[in-house]
């Protein structure tokens, strides 16, 4: 009986990500580890975006493009922790699934060997889907 390799499966939603593998004793899938993104601190520096009003409390700027770099900055480490597992032989298949824009940055970002042991790849936010309900979603892995 041949054994087919292991698929570690990262499910991006928001400002986290958690490693999935299929577990054949839970007959579905088990989260392995969660990494969280860092938070971002912004100070002086961006444009803000001033929004007005006509009541007399005061209101403050938003500074504009915070979420894009937030979603870039945490794109770029999770795609080293990949790197990182590929080259170390932790991972021999990946799968990866993220919303449109994370997922196109975070490939972005991978090293050639990891985009190789890609198997499948899928544009959605499953970020908030419970370990027991990815299966219908993950039918590939």
Same mark, same amino acid.
């Given at each position: 009986?041949?054994?087919? $390799?292991?698929?570690?499966? $990262?499910?991006? &939603?928001?400002?986290?990500?958690?490693?999935?593998?299929?577990?054949?004793?839970?007959?579905?899938?088990?989260?392995?580890?969660?990494?969280?993104?860092?938070?971002?601190?912004?100070?002086? &520096?961006?444009?803000?975006?001033?929004?007005?009003?006509?009541?007399?409390?005061?209101?403050?700027?938003?500074?504009?493009?915070?979420?894009?770099?937030?979603?870039?900055?945490?794109?770029?480490?999770?795609?080293?922790?990949?790197?990182?597992?590929?080259?170390? &032989?932790?991972?021999?298949?990946?799968?990866?699934?993220?919303?449109?824009?994370?997922?196109?940055? $975070?490939?972005?970002?991978?090293?050639?060997?990891?985009?190789?042991?890609?198997?499948?790849?899928?544009?959605?936010?499953? &970020?908030?889907?419970?370990?027991?309900?990815?299966?219908?979603?993950?039918?590939?892995?």
């Amino acid at each position: 009986m041949t054994r087919h $390799l292991k698929i570690r499966v $990262l499910v991006v &939603g928001g400002d986290s990500a958690r490693w999935v593998e299929r577990s054949h004793e839970h007959n579905g899938f088990v989260t392995t580890s969660e990494i969280k993104a860092p938070p971002v601190h912004e100070f002086a &520096g961006p444009k803000q975006a001033v929004f007005e009003s006509a009541s007399p409390e005061r209101h403050g700027g938003a500074v504009v493009d915070a979420a894009r770099r937030q979603r870039e900055a945490f794109s770029r480490r999770l795609a080293e922790t990949i790197n990182e597992d590929v080259s170390a &032989g932790r991972i021999q298949r990946l799968g990866l699934v993220a919303d449109a824009r994370t997922l196109h940055e $975070l490939k972005s970002h991978l090293s050639a060997a990891a985009r190789a042991r890609i198997k499948f790849e899928s544009a959605k936010n499953l &970020g908030n889907t419970p370990d027991h309900s990815l299966g219908s979603w993950l039918a590939q892995a």
